[in-house]
Structures are given as structure tokens and as C-alpha cells.
């Protein structure tokens, strides 16, 4: 079955920047949305914005000036870049796939096990 | 941003116990809702979509009702994995937007 692995380093430094690539395995990455969603630690969920297999993206308005997503069909990854962090972004951070279940209902189907990033000196 | 307000924000209560947990939208969001259940450490999993579709491999004794603003999760006979926190999540427009949580403890 479809499965998502996260990847990526689990300590950033204040202003740099995040760099996460999720890997897509035993199925396809294409005509899907491909989202991102992080928790902070004792916190709840946000999500952070989706790419699509044609490059499409869609990020949330309050990340959106420091988000970039892409994509990779080729190698099935897709990746999210969160540039100037600070302490507040430090979270788990999930991909997760987004598609249409029944005509009127779309969900989060299929998530990675999340990877913990750390935004500290 | 529609906001998604959860209540309550925590509960206690007993294996066999019904619950429900309720989730209203700032804004209508016709049936565009989805439950997800969260245990520590692990990722969120679907539980209901379009506010009462049963995912696939979902126990029978999850339910989802509402629509427009006001939705409910009702687990009718708690077992002792049921203890975890829930999410709604409105997908109806972007940004996508969950609820805050439900943290269901055992009493």
C-alpha cells in the first residue's frame, strides 16, 4: 500500500532555512494533492499548504511568504522549504496525501509517520 | 480563514460510555468536513469524511453527523483504544483549517 516518509534535518538554526522531503512509495504521485501539516510539541494541527503533481500549490496565508513546495515525479518526492525560521516552527512536521473519497468529500487519506525539527541555536 | 471550534476541549469518561464531540465552522461549509483521530507520538488517521462518511476500516461504532456549521462525532460504546484526541477539519475552502483538538481520557 501507499506509504510517506518524511526526511530531513531535525535541527535548523534561527533564519535559515527548513528543508523536508517526503517520499511517496507503492503507489503513484500523480493527480493527487500532496500536503504538508505540522504540530507543534503539546500543540494542535496546521496545515501549511499543498502541491499538486503538476506543480500547482496552494500555501497557507500565514506561511506564504517564507513557504516554497515542489515536486519530484520522477524520483515520487515532494519537498517543502520554510525559509527565516524561528522557535515558533519548531514542530512535528507530516505529509500527507489529500484526495477525493465520495463526490463530496475529500480528506487526508494517507500520512507519514512525521519528523521532529528543532529551530534552535 | 473559516475557523473550527472544537468542544469540548478535553473529556473524561468510561469504557462502553457515548460521546460526542462537536465541531462548528465560523462560517457554512455544507458537509465539507473530516474527523481524525490522534493517538501520542503518532500521525493523525481518517476517521469520517463529508462530515459522515465512514473510512474504510473504521469501526461501526465512530458516526459523523451535521451540516452547514454544526457537526458531531459520536463514538457510541468507547473501547479502551478509543482513548485519544480528535480533530475536525474543514475542507471546504483554503486555508484548510482543523479544530483545536478533543483530548478523550479514560475516567
Known amino acids: 500500500q501507499v506509504q510517506l516518509q518524511e526526511s530531513g534535518p531535525g535541527l535548523v538554526k534561527p533564519s535559515e532555512t527548513l528543508s523536508l522531503t517526503c517520499t511517496v512509495s507503492g503507489g503513484s504521485i500523480s493527480s493527487y494533492y500532496w500536503s504538508w501539516v505540522r504540530q507543534p510539541p503539546g500543540k494542535g494541527l496546521e496545515w501549511i499548504g499543498y502541491?499538486?503533481?503538476?506543480?500547482?500549490?496552494n500555501y497557507s496565508p500565514s506561511l506564504k511568504s517564507r513557504v516554497t513546495m515542489s515536486i519530484d515525479t520522477s524520483e515520487s518526492q515532494f519537498s517543502l522549504r520554510l525559509s527565516f525560521v524561528t522557535a515558533a516552527d519548531t514542530a512535528v512536521y507530516y505529509c500527507?496525501?489529500?484526495?477525493?473519497?465520495?463526490?463530496?468529500?475529500?480528506?487526508?487519506?494517507?500520512w507519514g509517520q512525521g519528523t521532529m525539527v528543532t529551530v534552535s541555536s | 480563514a473559516i475557523q473550527m471550534t472544537q468542544s469540548p476541549s478535553s473529556l473524561s469518561a468510561s469504557v462502553g460510555d457515548r460521546v460526542t464531540i462537536t465541531c462548528r465552522a465560523s462560517q457554512g461549509i455544507r458537509n465539507d468536513l473530516g474527523w481524525y483521530q490522534q493517538k501520542p507520538g503518532k500521525a493523525p488517521k481518517l476517521l469520517i469524511y463529508?462530515?459522515?462518511i465512514l473510512q474504510s476500516g473504521v469501526p461501526s461504532r465512530f458516526s459523523g453527523s451535521g451540516s452547514g456549521t454544526d457537526f458531531t462525532l459520536t463514538i457510541s460504546s468507547l473501547q479502551p483504544e478509543d482513548f485519544a484526541t480528535y480533530y475536525c477539519l474543514q475542507d471546504y475552502n483554503y486555508p484548510l483549517t482543523f479544530g483545536q483538538g478533543t483530548k478523550l481520557e479514560i475516567k
Open positions: 463529508g462530515a459522515s
Open positions: 502541491i499538486y503533481s503538476s506543480s500547482n500549490t
Open positions: 500527507a496525501r489529500r484526495r477525493r473519497l465520495a463526490a463530496s468529500g475529500d480528506a487526508f487519506d494517507i
